[in-house]
């Protein structure tokens, strides 16, 4: 089993920077894919960014690539979102999730997938 507990989000003036960190408990996360998700008024959950245990590798869903990067902090179980040239549009309450089958699973949304609480973005513009 595994918690995860968000924190950073805020209100932020578009243009801006916030971090997102998730701090899991339970189980290391070094061997699982970790990801972020938001989800807006409204509006279905969606997918923002993955980080692949192993490789390292990333991806960004393509309305946030190239102003977000999710990184992780595998000796404080710490997974980050750096949110920079923060629009309107990325107002959402963001969610971290953990999978350990795979990348795609977790993309997914699978039922197997860990979640946390979610915070809260809001930026104004």
């Known amino acids: 089993q595994v918690q995860l507990v968000e924190s950073g989000g805020g209100l932020v003036q578009a243009g801006g920077s916030l971090r997102l960190s998730c701090a899991a408990s339970?189980?290391?996360?070094?061997?699982?894919?970790m990801g972020w998700f938001r989800q807006a008024p409204g509006k279905e959950r969606e997918f923002v960014a993955v980080?692949?245990?192993?490789?390292?590798?990333?991806y960004y869903a393509d309305s946030v690539k190239g102003r977000f990067t999710i990184s992780r902090d595998n000796a404080k179980n710490t997974v980050y979102l750096q949110m920079n040239s923060l629009k309107p549009e990325d107002t959402a309450v963001y969610y971290c999730a953990a999978n350990r089958l795979g990348r795609d699973y977790l993309i997914g949304q699978h039922e197997t997938n860990y979640w946390g609480q979610g915070t809260q973005v809001t930026v104004s513009s």
């Open positions: 339970g189980r290391t996360l070094s061997i699982y894919f």
């Open positions: 980080h692949s245990w192993g490789t390292g590798t990333t």
